[in-house]
């Protein structure tokens, strides 16, 4: 079974976020193991760069605004591929001062969700929930319709 890491910087304080990140997490635990590693935010994005950096595992997703944008079909079929080669998947999102340079470097994807800025607390529920999306997606579900 896949595995597939939430490596995010800082705590979220609204519960309404926390328990849609848990729903999803839930929904995606048929398809993969999940964790979420939270990471305290530092002085600025290079300050976090190191602790992110050794968080990652597999093949490392770096949300970036000017990384790719894709289709949920598109992620699907990434995700799907790794899966079959056997790789386990870490998905990145940086504190709300940014991601480091460095991170985003060193990441195998850098993946833009859009040109607009979300808080990072929701990003995370956008992001759970298309990763769920694709594994549906996968799955031939009517989830995605």
Known sequence: MQKIYFVVVGK???SFYREAVAEYV???SRFAKVEIKELAEGI???AEADDILRACKGYVVALAVEG???SSEQLAKKLGRLNDEGKDV???IGSSCGLSDRVKKAA???LS???MTFPHQLMRVILAEQVYRAYM???GSTYHK
């Open 108 to 110: 195998d994807y850098r």
């Open 26 to 28: 839930k929904r995606l």
């Open 44 to 46: 600025d994005p290079e």
């Open 90 to 92: 870490t998905f990145v």
């Open 68 to 70: 790719e944008k894709c």
């Open 137 to 139: 997606i996968n799955a």
């Open 113 to 115: 969700f859009s040109d």
């Open 12 to 14: 979220i304080k609204e």
